[in-house]
């Protein structure tokens, strides 16, 4: 809803009708056929379109996090490990990305990314996970700090 | 590596067309692995929006394997919409109708159900034996990898390799084998 100044704005709380019904229907400008123009109607799906934005805001960051998690879960299958022991492996050795900045690495930057996954394989093994096929691992020349120990 | 080529990604909208043998495969197994390279959720590009699935030829679906009792007990239910237009064919009766059906069902209900269903099963294409056209063999880059170990039948084995076969006893001289 925008009002173009503040003595508008002022005016839609007021007891003035008119201007109260005003800002309902700003918000109805975009709906169809009787929702817009009648006001009892308007003001009913007014009602439920605020409720649905307000459900939209957490439902949208599910959405974004169920989609980092397909496109890291592809990323980490390309090099043969699972999406949860990488993002374990990860948290043990103290590189704390997150989904977002994975997924992104997954799909602009497949070397980082594989980098990323060479370590994830070779913390697994040190720390005796056993949850890789050992025909997988092909990491070699990566330092993890618990080797450093 | 040349900073430009660090992030060089050859052939990443290309459709890749894959081969799956569905022979001892379970369809119903299979339709899930088929489903992630139909869809491109194997890609880390993937976006529902995004048009990235792949081709995927599947051969050998004769000769698919359904779990248990399942030939004789899974049912497959159409309506033609008139009253009493009900039918429920039995799997092995499908199986024998058209060979290629059962998988077809079976990935196309595993796909998620959108707009977009009926495009993705075009990209499926199934073949009952190994005969597949030459123009989509020369196109085929990858193969997928079957679920299940095909397990060697008696009858293809050679007279050596059952000869040489380890036994735990020899059969008594007056014993009579069939």
Not at chain 1, 36 to 61: D, P
Not at chain 2, 115 to 129: A, E, K, N, S
Request: charged content about 25%.
């Amino acid at each position: 809803m925008v009002f173009t100044t503040v003595t508008n704005f002022i005016r839609s709380r007021g007891p003035d009708e008119i201007w109260r019904k005003r800002r309902i229907f700003k918000l109805a400008a975009h709906f169809q056929g009787r929702k817009r123009n009648c006001y009892s109607i308007a003001i009913k799906y007014v009602h439920r379109a605020l409720v649905y934005a307000t459900k939209g805001r957490q439902l949208k960051k599910q959405d974004m996090i169920n989609l980092w998690e397909t496109r890291i879960n592809a990323g980490c299958q390309q090099h043969g490990i699972n999406y949860y022991t990488f993002r374990e492996a990860l948290s043990r050795c103290g590189i704390l990305l997150n989904r977002k900045v994975l997924a992104d690495l997954a799909c602009w930057e497949p070397q980082s990314f594989k980098a990323l996954t060479d370590i994830a394989q070779e913390r697994t093994q040190q720390d005796g996970l056993n949850v890789i096929k050992a025909d997988n691992i092909k990491a070699s020349g990566v330092l993890t700090r618990a080797m450093k120990k | 590596m040349a900073v430009l080529k660090r992030v060089q990604q050859w052939a990443t909208f290309a459709r890749i067309w894959h081969i799956y043998d569905a022979a001892w495969q379970n369809p119903f197994e299979s339709a899930g692995v088929l489903k992630k390279y139909l869809t491109g959720l194997y890609k880390p590009i993937y976006h529902p929006m995004n048009d990235c699935g792949d081709h995927i030829v599947v051969i050998n679906s004769a000769e698919i394997a359904l779990p248990g009792d399942e030939w004789k007990k899974r049912v497959y239910f159409h309506h033609t919409g008139y009253p009493g237009g009900a039918t429920w064919t039995l799997a092995w009766e499908l199986h024998e109708k058209d060979p290629t059906m059962i998988l077809k069902k079976a990935v196309y209900s595993s796909l998620d159900k959108n707009l977009q269903r009926r495009y993705t099963m075009q990209r499926l294409h199934i073949f009952p034996d190994a005969n597949v056209p030459s123009d989509m063999l020369k196109s085929i880059s990858n193969q997928i990898k079957q679920l299940r170990l095909v397990p060697k039948r008696l009858d293809t084995y050679s007279e050596e390799e059952i000869k040489s076969f380890p036994k735990i006893y020899d059969y008594p001289k007056p014993y009579i084998l069939k």
